[in-house]
């Protein structure tokens, strides 16, 4: 059964940073493309970005320049590292386990949705 477990949410200050990672279970993640995605109340969840299994990467052109995606095969976790956040960065974040990344989005994702980690971003 695929799982994931996101973490490493919380709240923090406009130019502030955070981290966030994500373990998955259940894949060959050697060969597993994993994304990023984030929602709030009042929009749809989307896709922030996507690594392929040897490392190429692609971002929504939102978090370009600010977010960095990265793996560690031999530990099985990706991370996200977001630096100068913004207030429009404040959602719950959910990674997500998948077949390719059609650009900055992991589809079809295989894993069912996490309970995401809340990142907050204030002024």
């Known amino acids: 059964q695929v799982q994931v477990r996101e973490s490493g949410g919380g709240s923090v200050q406009t130019g502030g940073s955070l981290r966030l990672s994500c373990t998955a279970s259940?894949?060959?993640?050697?060969?597993?493309?994993m994304g990023w995605f984030r929602q709030t109340p009042d929009k749809e969840r989307e896709a922030v970005a996507c690594?392929?299994?040897?490392?190429?990467?692609y971002y929504a052109d939102s978090v370009k320049g600010r977010f960095i995606i990265s793996r560690d095969n031999s530990k099985k976790w990706a991370y996200l590292q977001m630096n100068n956040l913004k207030t429009d960065d404040t959602a719950v974040y959910y990674c997500?386990?998948?077949?390719?990344?059609?650009?900055?989005?992991?589809?079809?994702?295989?894993?069912?949705w996490g309970q995401g980690t809340q990142v907050s971003v204030s002024s």
């Open positions: 690594i392929s299994p040897h490392g190429r990467i």
């Open positions: 259940g894949v060959d993640f050697d060969w597993t493309y």
């Open positions: 997500a386990a998948g077949g390719a990344c059609r650009t900055h989005i992991v589809e079809p994702v295989a894993s069912p």
